[in-house]
């Protein structure tokens, strides 16, 4: 199975801000990785796939970027409601893995 | 727009079997593959069981395989997975997902207790 490594596992920031959050694959899975927010009481939603393809309606101050093993997911210019947990997921081959999780919390 | 609303979950006893249900509308259910994915208290996202649009193909997790069944039923829209030989490790929030290669839609989730 691809195990995927997400750093850092929490995160604090302030409203205007920008951070970046990682994700590492045990193998290459080329560009094939997707990021997700969860939020409570919310369904989970998908914010980039294919490793830098924003899903439609996904804000423009999400970015990602990467290939091969190491990917990165960057937030500028920090809302309110970006605040939540993250999930990288890479979608290259079965059995689908998830990283661990990144908390982004308010500073 | 999509909407996928899971049903079906609770608390039942390890060995006993259950089996979810999940309502899509808002989109051509028979286009999609559709999957399966849980995520214990405290714990991350893991993948459960994929089935291809017409329901031909079926994937699961190890873990899973021989125990769980991922169908479909296109003219109702709905998604099934039927648990059986539960195990307290099952205990988990169940999401049913769109999936093409990715998870595209979420359903909000519904809870499997697994205990005595």
């Known amino acids: 199975d691809v195990q995927m490594t997400q750093s850092p596992s929490n995160l604090a920031a302030s409203p205007g801000e920008s951070v970046s959050i990682n994700c590492k694959a045990s193998?290459?899975?080329?560009?094939?990785l997707a990021w997700f927010q969860q939020k409570p009481g919310k369904a989970n939603k998908l914010l980039i796939y294919?490793?830098?393809t924003l899903q439609s309606g996904t804000p423009s101050r999400f970015s990602g970027s990467g290939s091969g093993t190491d990917f990165t997911l960057t937030l500028r210019n920090l809302e309110p409601e970006d605040f939540g947990l993250y999930y990288c997921?890479?979608?290259?081959?079965?059995?689908?893995?998830f990283g661990g999780g990144t908390k982004l919390e308010l500073k | 727009e999509v909407q996928l609303v899971e049903s079906g979950g609770g608390l039942v006893q390890p060995g006993r079997s259950m089996k979810l249900s999940c309502a899509a509308s808002?989109?051509?259910?028979?286009?999609?593959?559709m999957a399966w994915v849980r995520q214990a208290p405290t714990k991350g996202l893991e993948w459960v069981a994929t089935?291809?649009?017409?329901?031909?193909?079926?994937y699961y997790r190890d873990s899973v395989k021989g125990r769980f069944t991922i169908s479909r039923d296109n003219p109702k829209s709905t998604l099934y997975l039927q648990m059986n030989s539960l195990r307290s490790e099952d205990t988990a929030t169940y999401y049913c997902?769109?999936?093409?290669?990715?998870?595209?839609?979420w359903g909000q989730g519904v809870m499997v207790t697994v205990s005595s």
């Open positions: 089935i291809s649009y017409d329901g031909s193909n079926t």
């Open positions: 193998k290459s899975i080329s560009k094939y």
């Open positions: 294919s490793g830098s």
């Open positions: 808002g989109f051509t259910f028979s286009n999609y593959g």
């Open positions: 997921q890479q979608h290259s081959e079965y059995p689908w893995t």
């Open positions: 997902t769109r999936q093409t290669w990715y998870f595209d839609y």
